[in-house]
């Protein structure tokens, strides 16, 4: 396949259209799983050392080849390292040639969780891409704790003590007050401020919204009687009006979390962070998971938190939204990774959409 590696970098970096960045990132299905399906092809572990240590005094000498993706498997490459002085960090690196231009503002943002008392960790570098044999990368603090699927898997009773504690970090999390709505501006990042790159929250939950809805109308999964009702429903929606935009991390789910004895010692991956509202956070969180984890969430969340006005409304209109987004980012990863994890979870995605849109009498 030929790829032009200029315009796909131009396009991965441009956010200003974007509802979540893993969906509605400007690349073909295609060029995306060859990018990303290829990622741990030819990785040069002296390189990234080398490009890691013009940036610190206490230089890696040690990069662990094991994998720390995980299940989950990411858009990067990590792994652990060691520095002169013994201490075990992270590197975390683009595909080669690929950039980033995210990397600021998800240290920026975990900066401001860590000012506001949250566990997450620092930044010791950034690189952004100089070339095609580059690769951007973030070296940053490891940070201790289990993550809370692996935890669970092997402690399933320990799941509504983790759940209300989960909520109670989300709401402290809430407290961190931002500019703008939807993802943050990287290059003014770099200064450690957070800017979101919409000046509404309307226009941040409606970017990607037209193109989500017609990937799946492609798909068969919606009519166009459905995707006007669906349109109309986000257009000059008063539950959409927001004069305080916050700190949203936007993938708060058990593999970004980690635990300790079921306390979460960390937070971790900004790299969805964005600016926006208490319920689209939950919204988010709640794609993830059953009804029964919600109540627990929610339980511990509202013990940090005030109450939320129009909550139930708002978190319904933010689900859909969220359902739309993760059904469009399913179908097309399994346009290349054609597997029965992502069939199973494309059946309950439709399940998912079905209950929304009946709630909002969308037949």
């Known amino acids: 396949m030929q790829i032009d590696i200029n315009k796909i970098n131009a396009d991965i970096v441009d956010r200003n259209d974007l509802f979540y960045w893993q969906a509605d990132r400007k690349v073909s299905p295609e060029v995306a799983g060859t990018i990303w399906a290829d990622r741990f092809a030819n990785i040069d572990f002296n390189e990234l050392k080398t490009i890691a240590n013009k940036y610190l005094t206490d230089k890696?000498?040690?990069?662990?080849?094991?994998?720390?993706?995980?299940?989950?498997?990411?858009?990067?490459?990590v792994r652990a390292a060691t520095t002169e002085s013994g201490r075990e960090v992270i590197i975390r690196a683009h595909p080669r040639g690929i950039r980033?231009?995210?990397?600021?503002?998800?240290?920026?943002?975990?900066?401001?969780?860590?000012?506001?008392?949250?566990?997450?960790?620092?930044?010791?570098?950034?690189?952004?891409?100089?070339?095609?044999?580059?690769?951007?990368?973030?070296?940053?603090?490891?940070?201790?704790?289990?993550?809370?699927?692996e935890w669970l898997a092997a402690n399933p009773s320990d799941e509504k003590k983790i759940a209300i504690n989960a909520g109670k970090m989300m709401a402290r999390l809430h407290k961190i007050q931002v500019s703008g709505y939807g993802p943050f501006d990287n290059d003014i990042a770099k200064s450690g401020q957070l800017k979101g790159l919409h000046k509404t929250f309307e226009s941040a939950v409606n970017a990607a919204l037209s193109s989500n809805l017609n990937f799946l109308s492609e798909c068969g999964l919606l009519s166009e009687k459905q995707i006007s009702a669906i349109l109309e429903l986000y257009t000059n929606n008063p539950l959409l009006i927001s004069d305080r935009p916050i700190l949203v991390h936007n993938d708060f789910a058990d593999w970004?979390?980690?635990?300790?004895?079921?306390?979460?010692?960390?937070?971790?991956?900004?790299?969805?962070?964005?600016?926006?509202?208490?319920?689209?956070?939950?919204?988010?969180?709640?794609?993830?998971?059953?009804?029964?984890?919600?109540?627990?969430?929610?339980?511990?969340y509202f013990s940090v938190s005030d109450p939320i006005p129009d909550f139930d409304e708002k978190f319904q209109l933010l689900r859909l939204r969220y359902i739309i987004m993760k059904m469009t980012l399913r179908l097309r990863r399994y346009t290349f990774m054609q597997n029965e994890y992502f069939k199973y979870k494309i059946e309950l995605g439709k399940k998912d959409l079905a209950v929304s849109l009946k709630y909002f009498g969308i037949i």
């Open 60 to 77: 890696i000498v040690e990069i662990n080849p094991a994998s720390l993706n995980g299940t989950k498997n990411g858009i990067n490459i």
């Open 100 to 149: 980033n231009g995210y990397f600021f503002a998800e240290s920026a943002a975990a900066n401001a969780a860590i000012a506001a008392g949250l566990p997450t960790y620092h930044t010791y570098a950034t690189h952004e891409l100089t070339g095609p044999d580059d690769n951007a990368m973030q070296v940053i603090e490891k940070m201790p704790g289990t993550p809370l699927n």
């Open 256 to 300: 970004n979390l980690l635990t300790m004895d079921g306390e979460i010692s960390a937070i971790i991956d900004w790299d969805e962070c964005i600016g926006g509202t208490p319920a689209s956070d939950i919204a988010s969180y709640s794609s993830f998971f059953e009804a029964t984890r919600m109540e627990s969430f929610l339980s511990g």
